[in-house]
């Protein structure tokens, strides 16, 4: 028979294992298990020497010699189970409730109640599954009300047999839910930290990639004019020196103009300082002034578009000059002296086309670095556009690339 002595001080000692610190429960479980099994054995042998009193209220203390062997027996086998309570909950509590059985069978005074309660608490608080869970508390309670029926206990009695039975499982279940709860929140800061620095990397690799872009149209084109410039200039020194001298200002000037954009360009890079005094972002705009300088270095360039909407989205407005600036400096880098190129600008319902095509057959000596195109290619995917680029069929070179204008780039 399941005895009720120290109800409340047994819930609570079956608790402290589930303390959300790191007692010695948490630091050496073996061991804590242990002491806890000696415990409970020793205060269980003592309520045996010690029964409560009845009746007149005098204690009667039994001898070390008027005990059992079988008695000792059945406590040291509930008791010694509970070392399993973490890892066998299972089968610690079949263990122990066996023990009872067997006490009550043999007619014996008192009983492993303690070491039923830990092992209560275990099955709450260390099985997930809540069938085989909530099973055996089913099994512990019947046992417990039968055995209190058989023996005409009144309701009282029967009712504080149940509690003891629910209590230390459902503290064990509550605790375990929490430890779940708390495990689960902390696996989802980690996932949320984990993505907010998985989001700020591509942050940074996209602006790093912007960047890149942006450094090497104007590299690119700037650094190809003051080539082909300063070749010409050299050129033509001794027998035109005037022609040299416009060549040389038109190298200055495109000097200045790369100087003027790498100051737009890094000035991103600094962070919370402000800079009025940086030239506007290109757009459609400033092709015509583009197509102006490309003819300056000696390239035959006809210009063509439609009437072009203003007010175009930042994306697709930079995009655009961006390409048509790259398609006419690999003209100027790859399709020979004297290219002779068309470029093309229109719009068909919400599309912006741009097409460049060069009809020069011959190869310039300038290096290439051969991210143009794949420069080209980005700009117009991170706008959703299309992008096309290949040698024509009579010779030369096409470009030709597709913005949506009701999209804006993000």
Do not use: C
């Amino acid at each position: 028979m399941m005895t009720t002595s120290a109800p409340s001080q047994n819930v609570i000692r079956a608790g402290k294992p589930a303390r959300p610190i790191r007692g010695p429960f948490t630091r050496w479980p073996r061991s804590a298990d242990a002491v806890l099994a000696s415990i409970v054995f020793v205060l269980e042998v003592v309520g045996i020497f010690v029964p409560a009193p009845e009746g007149s209220g005098n204690f009667d203390i039994s001898m070390l010699g008027d005990v059992s062997v079988a008695t000792y027996l059945l406590l040291a086998v509930s008791s010694i189970a509970l070392l399993w309570r973490r890892s066998r909950p299972l089968l610690v509590v079949v263990a122990t409730l066996s023990a009872s059985l067997v006490w009550d069978l043999m007619g014996l005074s008192g009983g492993p109640s303690l070491a039923i309660f830990v092992s209560l608490y275990g099955v709450g608080r260390y099985i997930e599954q809540d069938r085989p869970s909530l099973a055996s508390v089913g099994v512990a309670l019947a046992l417990t009300v039968t055995d209190d029926f058989i023996e005409a206990e009144a309701s009282p009695v029967i009712g504080l047999s149940v509690a003891l039975v629910v209590v230390p499982w459902y503290v064990g279940y509550r605790v375990r839910v929490r430890r779940e709860y708390l495990a689960l929140l902390e696996e989802r800061a980690a996932y949320q930290e984990r993505e907010r620095v998985a989001e700020a990397q591509r942050a940074v690799d996209e602006e790093r990639t912007r960047i890149a872009r942006e450094l090497h149209d104007l590299v690119a084109h700037r650094v190809s004019m003051i080539t082909v410039q300063a070749g010409a200039a050299q050129t033509v020194a001794s027998s035109d020196p005037e022609r040299a001298i416009r060549a040389m200002a038109s190298v200055e000037e495109a000097g200045r103009e790369a100087l003027n954009e790498l100051r737009q360009i890094l000035g991103v890079l600094r962070s919370g300082e402000e800079r009025e005094d940086l030239v506007p972002v290109h757009g459609l705009a400033d092709i015509e002034d583009l197509v102006t300088e490309m003819r300056g270095a000696g390239m035959r360039v006809s210009l063509s578009s439609n009437d072009v909407p203003r007010g175009l989205p930042a994306g697709v407005d930079l995009a655009s000059y961006r390409i048509v600036q790259e398609a006419l400096t690999n003209v100027l880098k790859h399709a020979g002296p004297d290219p002779e190129v068309d470029v093309r600008v229109t719009t068909e319902g919400q599309m912006l086309t741009i097409e460049v095509t060069n009809r020069g057959v011959g190869v310039s000596t300038l290096p290439g670095s051969g991210h143009g195109l794949v420069g080209m290619r980005e700009r117009a995917a991170l706008l959703g556009g299309t992008f096309e680029a290949g040698p024509r069929s009579g010779g030369g070179f096409r470009v030709m690339a597709r913005l949506p204008l009701d999209r804006i780039s993000s």
